[in-house]
């Protein structure tokens, strides 16, 4: 057997009670062998049914008993065939015992592999645990599983035990079922096995680990906790994102009778000068360079190297904060684990120790780290304490990077708090949408969760495998449709869905959808702006915007606007400020509204410009409400009055006063924390008296 590589065993309960689940234990099972034969191709595996109507094992012609036990496939290097004995599998006519199972499975290992491979001997319980196990000739059944996870622990043995219950019929017998789980629960605490229970197809196929990863160390050293106190840690991957297979290259050219050709392809890349194409660019002719406005600046790597910064390996402590400080949307990256050197007592009391206390004070921990050294980058991350519920397991720490500044995305977007309140949810719908999301609870009162996120596959994973035995049974085969496990997984419960039509009902009435009139290209627009401080009446900020005809609009209306123009330059100013195809329209529009708004004032003749700069100025105001732009409204309300008066335009701030438009308060958008509401209200345009 190739060195670290693992031995499986799986024991399928195959019983009368377990033929409603066997289709879906056949699927888990050849996704585990369909990983292997692509990841750990020198794996063995072998499969033992119990409940079978035979016996068929060694055990039983040695010492005798171990009845109803049958070794499907003895344990042997991964390859097709395993497949085609998982599909489908017998069902069996007698209750399984499950412990019979595992005796006879470690039996198989022992024999198989001795003292070797330790650490590599992997047992997969798949039952019910529904069925009586048989009383032992001596002692009690407690002291039996002690036995055996003695054993177990000494041949170092690793087990899962993945009990399946859904709905549980009349015929069960609880009273037996707490027992086997009970006895399930000393292996747990005795070796090195794992019991789930699930309740669904989902859960099972997110049960059983198909892919054995073996974890790997990424940092040994010291936590510098201050240059005199240092405690030594390992540091682990916690969480990681698991992607689809690298798909390869390969040729069909080599001859059949080849039977060392590899047909993998090698891809060469040839490097050939603009001016002339058929002279060739050697390695050492080439440099890399870096665009800087309209030049590149060539740095060679001996120039790059020196860049580089160059930190030594380390995780140091700087400092602790309160928990409620680092938001969850701060986490990047991977979830790692740290954890005390094992067997290392000092430092799993420091760890334990300051672990505790940090929990206690509801403190976080934030940390510098170099993970290797030579890493050409540092990371500042967060450390939460992880305290164990078991005393073999001792505390750690959850390690989540967090951002730099230049890592941050800050995204701006308008509160309901400064909405008017006919904009506001009524409380009819709101208790819509409070029973809209009670209604897709995943985790209802005395029901099992649904969808965790550890026992939950990843639908496009399960799928490319699927397809894959699809493709190597039939290469001709076309795609199959999309099982309806998987199908689970992707879309809402048609059953949830159905019983519950009065509550979408009720959501669907209490929320009207609309036609937008902008995207229909309207021929006549309201505005309604109503400055804050106003006293007047609701027709004093009541503004009628005239567009151009029906026809224009419609032809215009699937036109990207990228200037205010003169016709119709709120209608234009309101199409760029909704674009998203970039981030710089929001100032760009603004920019343009401004400008547009000065040439108005400018070019007036006896005020006949006002009543549209005005509109515009308003249109520009209510915008930047919305878009959390209240500064740039501010400063250019303040800039064009002190234009006014320069420049003998006093009649346009008599104009606006009558308006009694105002800047934006904070009340209004928080971001406009400079102006009080008093402020604004105060700030009402009037003209200062002629000097003579």
Known sequence: MARNKE???????????????????????????????????Y??????????????????????????VMVLRNIGVVDGNVLEVLQPLPRGTFPGDFLDA?????????????????????????????CPTKDPYEGTKEDQVTIIADQMTAQAMKMESIVVRGRIGAEANEKIMDENDRLLNIFSKRTRAKLVHVESPISLLGALKTRNINPVTIFRGDLEVSPKMKIKIWVYKKTTEEKIPTLKK??????????FATHEVKVDYQYKRVEDPNKFVPPEQRIKGYRYGPQVVPISSAEWDAVKFKPEKSVKLLGFTDAENIMRHYYMKDV??????????????????????????????????????????????????????????????????LPFAEDVREFQFPSFSNFPDSWLPTEQQQEAADNFVRMFDLAPPGKEEALPPDLTPNPVLERFYRCLEVKWNNPDAAVPPLDETLRKITESDPELLSHNESVLDEFRRAFELKENPKLKGSSRQLLREKPSGSNGGEDCAMI????????????TSSIKIEKVGDITPIQDFEAMISRRDGPNWVDKAITEMKNKIFYLVEDSYD????????????????????????????????????????????????????????????SEAPDSSEVTEDEARSFVVKSEPMLE
Not at 344 to 365: D, G, H, P, Q
Not at 544 to 555: F, L, P
Not at 629 to 647: A, M, S, T, V, Y
């Open 607 to 666: 005020g006949d410009n006002y009543p549209k700069a005005a509109e515009c100025l308003v249109a520009i105001r209510k915008a930047c409400i919305l878009e959390q732009e209240p500064k740039q409204f501010n400063d250019f309300l303040r800039h064009l009055c002190k234009f006014c008066k320069e420049k003998n335009l006093r009649s346009f701030n008599e104009f606006l006063a009558a308006k009694e438009l105002t800047l934006i308060s904070k």
């Open 7 to 41: 031995a499986l065993l799986l024991l399928i309960d195959v019983g009368p009670s377990m033929h409603n689940v066997l289709p879906e234990i056949e699927r888990v099972c050849s996704t585990l062998i369909e990983k292997k034969l692509i990841y750990s191709k």
């Open 250 to 259: 390969y040729s069909d050219r080599a001859p059949p009778t080849d039977k």
């Open 336 to 401: 790692n684990i740290f954890i005390p050197e094992p067997g290392n007592t000092r430092a799993i009391l420091a760890v334990s120790a300051l672990a505790r206390a940090m929990k206690e004070a509801n403190k976080v921990a934030i940390v510098r780290c170099v993970w290797r050294q030579g890493q050409g980058s540092v990371v500042v991350g967060v450390l939460t304490p992880n305290i164990s519920g078991r005393e073999n397991i001792p505390d750690s720490f959850y390690f989540n990077v």
């Open 544 to 555: 009628h915007v005239q567009s151009a005809n029906r026809d224009t609009n419609e032809a």
């Open 43 to 68: 794996d063995e595996v072998g499969v033992i049914l119990f409940g079978t109507q035979d016996t068929k094992n060694e055990l039983t012609k040695e010492v005798g008993g171990y009845e109803h």
């Open 102 to 130: 595992i005796i006879v499975g470690m039996d198989m290992l022992i024999k198989k592999y001795g003292p070797t491979n330790m650490g590599k001997k992997r047992l997969c319980l798949i039952t019910n645990a529904q």
